[in-house]
């Protein structure tokens, strides 16, 4: 029996760090691979509390969702402006597009997620656990999971994360899926390779 393998990260090995702009500060979560300045995917937390713009991330392809607060109005290049104002309401867009952020009520927390484009694809989602929640094996496939409120267990490998943890499920070759369990919100990204064009 092959397992999956789960890594633990704790908000004391987030990293805090400035825009790239200047603009404001980000949490990041992790980056992968870690510590690359050319990575090909990053996950990190933004905290807004002023209206303003966008860095700009050439190559990369972005996708946010607001985790906390009134909510904000995104104006993505020459599109129409696009609002956030519930909870885990989700926007993608291209890195090198010129975006200006207008708070709607107030500061907002927002989670964001960034892929080398050609390289990697993402899927982010929101999700409830009342109970079991199954990982199923996928080649070359990786979850991250961050705990917004509540608890999580994982059943094997045995591990226990708390409100603001992070979890990194590998398959690799593992043949078992990976069991959830708790009660809480998570926000998910399933991480895979871009198919050839």
């Not at 409120?149 to 979890?167: F, I, M, R, W, Y």
């Not at 398959?171 to 064009?197: C, I, S, W």
Request: proline fraction near 7%; hydrophobic fraction near 45%.
């Amino acid at each position: 029996m092959s397992l999956a393998s789960v890594r633990h990260l704790h908000p004391a090995s987030y990293r805090r760090m400035a825009w790239k702009n200047g603009g404001g500060i980000t949490t990041e979560l992790v980056r992968s691979p870690a510590d690359a300045e050319n990575y090909d995917w990053r996950v990190s937390i933004a905290d807004i509390a002023q209206d303003g713009d966008f860095s700009i991330f050439p190559g990369i392809d972005r996708q946010l969702m607001l985790l906390e607060g009134g909510g904000i109005e995104l104006v993505i290049g020459t599109d129409e402006p696009t609002r956030l104002e519930q909870r885990f309401r989700k926007v993608a867009f291209p890195g090198e597009a010129p975006v200006n952020c207008y708070l709607l009520d107030g500061p907002t927390r927002d989670f964001n997620v960034m892929c080398r484009r050609g390289a990697v694809d993402a899927e982010l989602l929101a999700r409830t656990i009342v109970g079991p929640m199954l990982l199923f094996p996928a080649a070359d496939t990786t979850w991250l999971l961050y705990v917004v409120n509540g608890h999580v267990q994982v059943k094997a490998p045995a591990v226990a994360a708390e409100a603001g943890d992070t979890l990194i499920v590998t398959f690799n070759d593992a043949t078992q899926p990976v069991v959830l369990n708790g009660a809480g919100e998570l926000v998910l990204v399933r991480f895979k390779p871009t198919p050839p064009a």
